[in-house]
């Protein structure tokens, strides 16, 4: 699968929008974009993902560029909550059992 | 929204001694995961499995690791025998369907600690 970029870490104040970027310049045509996230002593929780067009959900919305090389989550009204280790991973189709691998992610920190 | 349950939450072994980790997943899902944490660092996938057979795994899925799940029942992970190193938080996941628009649920993990 191909690399993503993200940022070490964000902070945010609650109420506030957030915009987390990833940089995937070498995604493939049949690469989903994911992104879990994941607080300490929890398992990854699945926040989004898209192929091409924009998604959005309760959770987030996420935006991708036109020529796919990068993507945003937005995240409105954050609260305390939302504080965690935000993850940006590609996913293609390996032969029918498609893993994910995790990076590093943008730990993001929200204060009161 | 659907769970994957992983039991014991933690458990403690001796060096040397066998364990198995249980992870009962979504009911409905055909595929099924194991990562490996240690703490304070990123999620390592150890191994997916489907249709009784070990689909792919990495390097640190050890000949002393095991996969199985007999007759639809839990999903275990069992190492035999246990090294120091093998003390992580053990994340079992599965899926609807291999494919990449299909997501992964994650349970709460596994902590094991090798004394």
């Known amino acids: 699968d191909a690399k993503t970029t993200q940022p070490d870490s964000m902070e945010s104040t609650e109420g506030e929008t957030v915009h987390l970027p990833c940089s995937h310049a070498?995604?493939?045509?049949?690469?989903?974009i994911y992104w879990y996230r994941q607080v300490p002593l929890q398992g990854p929780e699945y926040v989004t993902h898209g192929l091409q067009q924009n998604t959005t959900n309760s959770m987030a919305f996420l935006a991708i560029a036109s020529d796919r090389k990068s993507s945003t989550l937005i995240l409105t009204h954050v609260s305390l909550r939302d504080a965690a280790v935000y993850h940006c991973?590609?996913?293609?189709?390996?032969?029918?059992?498609?893993?994910?691998?995790f990076g590093e992610g943008t730990k993001l920190t929200v204060s009161s | 929204g659907p769970k994957v349950l992983q039991i014991p939450s933690h458990q403690i072994i001796d060096m040397g001694q066998m364990v198995t980790l249980n992870c009962d997943p979504v009911s409905n899902h055909l595929y099924f995961y194991w990562y490996k944490q240690i703490l304070g660092q990123q999620m390592e996938f150890l191994v997916n499995?489907?249709?009784?057979?070990?689909?792919?795994k990495s390097k640190l899925f050890k000949d002393q690791f095991s996969v199985e799940r007999p007759d639809g029942s839990y999903f275990t992970l069992k190492i035999q025998p246990t090294a120091l190193e093998d003390s992580a938080v053990y994340f079992c996941?599965?899926?609807?369907?291999?494919?990449?628009?299909?997501?992964?649920?994650f349970g709460h993990g596994t902590k094991l600690s090798v004394l």
């Open positions: 991973i590609l996913r293609g189709d390996q032969g029918g059992s498609a893993k994910l691998i």
């Open positions: 499995f489907y249709n009784g057979k070990v689909m792919e």
């Open positions: 996941a599965s899926s609807l369907d291999g494919g990449s628009n299909e997501r992964l649920f």
């Open positions: 070498t995604i493939s045509g049949n690469e989903y």
